[in-house]
């Protein structure tokens, strides 16, 4: 089974993205353009409407999201 790379958590309208490796980080710092209040506790936090395009983006270049 593929490691995890990314935890996806739902609040309301809000989506919660955990990288747990380094290609997760590494990913995010290439693709994602964030400001520092978008981070809470190591989680990049964006708006639902955001979110899939992400993870699709992740997803398409082999990040396992859980």
Known sequence: MKE???I????GSIVG???MTAAARKWIG???Q???WQWLAGTLTVEAKY???IM???QADGLNLE
């Open 8 to 11: 996806v958590d739902r609040y």
């Open 4 to 6: 995890t790379d990314v």
């Open 51 to 53: 979110a899939g395009d």
């Open 30 to 32: 290439e693709h994602c």
């Open 56 to 58: 699709a983006g992740m």
């Open 17 to 19: 993205l955990s990288p």
């Open 34 to 36: 964030t400001e520092s």
